[in-house]
């Protein structure tokens, strides 16, 4: 008896490790699903409604339902530079029905002592890029970037300007632009791109950088007024604006927006999400919607996207040092 009780008892422990075993590893590699998607699928947005990504996934979701046959529910979850949704997005089961937004920050953050690394999520694609710009207050004295810089020099730290939160896609050119000029800024950083914009129109800071679209409404409004754009050559909807190239500060910066899913989505899944996007993407309704946006759409599959965000991570990175030791 004695020994039939131990048996049942070690084979009891056995099998509780074996399902714990389980549970622990769910997260780390999803079970494919020949019935996916069979509900509906939630996608977050990291940023406050107004910006570019949100209007990518506004955009985006009716399209994606078309093609997957249920609903796709957005919602924002905007705090500490897109850290709360990625976070988020991190802890889901890799099944394929939690999905986020993201952008450049996936790359970045990890350069600011967040827990966040490009290798927790898996990408499904790229939706588009959005060209930058530096916009000053309509009534700002800054008639060109030559002008913001000289006050920078003759004050340093005084000239303030408006982000989407620090190491963020639009924080971290600021940092480029001090290093090339050899200027010193201070950083007022709030929680996604429409608060910020929304600041510099209202002149509580003296400048924005931030993508030509996000811009847009408030310089029609009569809010903003562009300064310097972040492109190679001249934007043809703002022909009489100059790149900052043109300024002696050769700095080009654009945002970008894609879908990830968390680490661990079995790879048909993510085809099937990567498919369902490209042909989204490819939809002259989104094309239309991004592009009088002044937004570039653009496709990015899985695995370009993967590479592409390596890539941005070299790239920011060393803006990012440079913008913890000298900006305020």
Same mark, same amino acid.
């Given at each position: 008896?004695?020994?039939?009780?131990?048996?049942?008892?070690?084979?009891?422990?056995?099998?509780?490790?074996?399902?714990?075993?389980?549970?622990?590893?769910?997260?780390?590699?999803?079970?494919?699903?020949?019935?996916?998607?069979?509900?509906?699928?939630?996608?977050?947005?990291?940023?406050?409604?107004?910006?570019?990504?949100?209007?990518?996934?506004?955009?985006?979701?009716?399209?994606?339902?078309?093609?997957?046959?249920?609903?796709?529910?957005?919602?924002?979850?905007?705090?500490?530079?897109?850290?709360?949704?990625?976070?988020?997005?991190?802890?889901?089961?890799?099944?394929?029905?939690?999905?986020?937004?993201?952008?450049?920050?996936?790359?970045?953050?990890?350069?600011?002592?967040?827990?966040?690394?490009?290798?927790?999520?898996?990408?499904?694609?790229?939706?588009?890029?959005?060209?930058?710009?530096?916009?000053?207050?309509?009534?700002?004295?800054? &008639?060109?970037?030559?002008?913001?810089?000289?006050?920078?020099?003759?004050?340093?730290?005084?000239?303030?300007?408006?982000?989407?939160?620090?190491?963020?896609?639009?924080?971290?050119?600021?940092?480029?632009?001090?290093?090339?000029?050899?200027?010193?800024?201070?950083?007022?950083?709030?929680?996604?791109?429409?608060?910020?914009?929304?600041?510099?129109?209202?002149?509580?800071?003296?400048?924005?950088?931030?993508?030509?679209?996000?811009? &847009?409404?408030?310089?029609?409004?009569?809010?903003l007024r562009y300064l310097a754009m972040l492109t190679d050559e001249r934007d043809p909807d703002n022909p009489d604006v100059p790149t900052a190239k043109e300024a002696g500060v050769d700095l080009q910066?654009?945002s970008w927006v894609g879908v990830m899913a968390p680490k661990g989505t079995p790879e048909d899944t993510v085809k099937k999400l990567s498919d369902a996007m490209e042909k989204a993407t490819g939809d002259?309704?989104?094309?239309?919607?991004?592009?009088?946006?002044?937004?570039?759409?653009?496709?990015?599959?899985?695995?370009?996207?993967?590479?592409?965000?390596?890539?941005?991570?070299?790239?920011?990175?060393?803006?990012?040092?440079?913008? &913890?030791?000298?900006?305020?």
């Open positions: 008896m004695k020994k039939t009780i131990l048996r049942s008892a070690a084979l009891l422990a056995a099998g509780l490790l074996t399902v714990t075993g389980c549970s622990a590893n769910a997260k780390s590699g999803g079970t494919a699903d020949g019935n996916y998607p069979s509900k509906d699928v939630r996608l977050i947005v990291p940023w406050a409604a107004g910006g570019s990504g949100d209007l990518t996934a506004r955009t985006i979701a009716p399209l994606l339902e078309k093609d997957l046959g249920v609903n796709v529910i957005v919602e924002n979850k905007p705090g500490a530079n897109g850290s709360v949704a990625y976070n988020w997005l991190a802890e889901q089961e890799p099944d394929g029905y939690n999905l986020a937004m993201m952008g450049v920050e996936v790359a970045t953050l990890q350069f600011m002592d967040y827990d966040i690394k490009p290798e927790n999520y898996a990408p499904i694609g790229q939706g588009l890029a959005g060209p930058g710009a530096i916009a000053v207050p309509v009534d700002s004295p800054f &008639k060109t970037l030559e002008d913001l810089i000289a006050a920078a020099k003759a004050k340093p730290g005084d000239l303030t300007f408006s982000s989407p939160g620090i190491g963020s896609v639009w924080d971290s050119p600021a940092a480029g632009l001090q290093q090339l000029a050899d200027i010193k800024l201070t950083s007022v950083p709030f929680d996604g791109s429409a608060p910020a914009i929304a600041a510099a129109a209202a002149g509580k800071v003296d400048f924005s950088i931030d993508a030509i679209g996000s811009q &847009k409404i408030q310089v029609d409004g009569g809010h910066n654009a002259a309704g989104y094309q239309q919607v991004i592009t009088s946006s002044n937004l570039v759409p653009t496709f990015k599959d899985s695995t370009e996207m993967a590479a592409f965000i390596q890539d941005e991570a070299k790239r920011y990175g060393p803006w990012i040092e440079y913008a &913890k030791n000298n900006t305020k």
